[in-house]
């Protein structure tokens, strides 16, 4: 007579039949039957995590509400923010999209922003995603290498996505992806080249299987492959791309492209009424191409965007006016310690000025501050001064005594 223990209280396979039968008080379980059981539970554990994410039309945020929610934080590009807000709209639309009868599928529209470094590309990508209802990650594009060399894998991206989606598949199947730095996988000449490009058109070609829509396996933590990982299948098809990078010298080739035209009446009215001081508002597709991205990339990024380059009015603005603005992050420092800090109305415009003839953009505002306020910032909070007004007198003094080294780097 057989004991209860000696075969599967599931399957019913006996302990010989079995690699392993693990034994409780009044049953059994074998190797395989565990293997199931935590693959239902796993599952049951994504749908659970995935109805986190779950959208609801009701909940559908407007272009026109996205774009609100981003002047609060972002300072002008009014161009860049009606294409993100339109796009990310159109996405939320695609997922919900359930009526196929018709045969009309609508595709998603991923997009490239281009613009000079510090102008905003990455502050529009993390403020967008504070407005979202579905997994958002940033990648940057400069840690990818061709698989086989030393770096990280294309499927990398997607790890990301779904850490941020908490390992839900069904979220992150469904959520955006805002590459930076794009530019710096552009292929260095030209001309096709039969050598490997280790990090430039070979991760080109990695990365268009993910912006075209396929299944890809993905390394759960990440890294390099390898052959005994458990991969997760991703699909990419609902998965919203948006690229942004800064494209140094792209306006030279813009410029070209403007000026063929050298024969003819028409050649001078044509250039005449040209922005030079703005030459990303003319960017095509065919910029991208000649400065290195190859026309399978374009085609898979449809939408194509620019940022303005910031002028001494909107580094003011963006000095003091969104709601996380880089004065109003200092007076919450001071006022934690219970000090009061005020500024003189010049000191921005001294901010500023140093930041223009620094050449720091947008990035260096914080910078010119943190100088400025280093001192006061070491030794009020052990003092007994509870008012700190600062004046340009004071802030000249303390930006004289700074390392300009480092704020040459910055």
Do not use: W
Not at 20 to 41: F, H, N, R, W
Not at 308 to 314: G, N, S, T, V, Y
């Amino acid at each position: 007579m057989s004991r209860a223990d000696d075969k599967c209280s599931f399957c019913g396979k006996t302990r010989k039949e079995t690699n392993l039968l693990i034994t409780g008080i009044s049953g059994a379980i074998c190797d395989s039957c565990t293997e199931q059981a935590y693959e239902i539970v796993q599952d049951e554990e994504n749908r659970r995590k995935g109805s986190l994410f779950r959208l609801d039309e009701k909940d559908f945020p407007k272009p026109a509400d996205i774009k609100q929610f981003l002047d609060e934080y972002v300072i002008g590009q009014d161009e860049a923010k009606r294409y993100l807000s339109v796009a990310v709209y159109n996405h939320y639309k695609r997922l919900m999209q359930k009526d196929t009868k018709d045969d009309v599928e609508i595709e998603k529209s991923n997009i490239i922003m281009v613009g000079a470094t510090g102008t905003g590309k990455t502050l529009l990508a993390r403020t967008i995603a504070r407005k979202l209802h579905v997994p958002f990650c940033i990648v940057d594009a400069t840690v990818f290498t061709e698989a086989g060399y030393v770096g990280e894998d294309i499927e990398s991206i997607l790890t990301r996505l779904l850490q941020a989606a908490d390992y839900a598949v069904v979220a992150a199947e469904r959520g955006i992806v805002f590459i930076d730095e794009i530019d710096k996988i552009a292929r260095k000449s030209d001309n096709p080249s039969i050598t490997r490009d280790v990090s430039g058109e070979g991760v080109q070609q990695g990365l268009l299987k993910l912006l075209e829509g396929s299944v890809v396996n993905v390394p759960p933590q990440g890294g390099r492959k390898h052959p005994e990982q458990r991969m997760i299948a991703v699909d990419t098809k609902n998965i919203l791309f948006i690229c942004g990078g800064a494209f140094d010298g792209i306006e030279k080739k813009i410029a070209q492209r403007l000026n063929t035209r050298v024969v003819g009446y028409t050649s001078s009215r044509n250039t005449s009424g040209i922005d030079k001081d703005n030459m990303l508002k003319y960017i095509t597709p065919t910029d991208l191409k000649s400065f290195g991205l190859i026309p399978e990339i374009i085609g898979r990024l449809p939408i194509l965007t620019y940022l303005d380059p910031l002028d001494r009015k909107a580094l003011k603005r963006i000095l003091t006016e969104p709601k996380n603005s880089i004065i109003k992050q200092y007076i919450k420092l001071f006022e934690m310690d219970k000090i009061k800090l005020t500024f003189e109305e010049d000191v921005y415009d001294f901010i500023v000025d140093k930041s223009v003839e620094l050449k720091l953009g947008a990035r260096g505002l914080r910078s010119i501050v943190e100088v400025i306020m280093m001192d006061a910032m070491y030794e009020m909070p052990s003092g007994t001064q509870k008012r700190l007004h600062v004046t340009l007198q004071y802030a000249k003094d303390n930006f004289e005594h700074a390392d300009m080294d480092k704020l040459q780097i910055a």
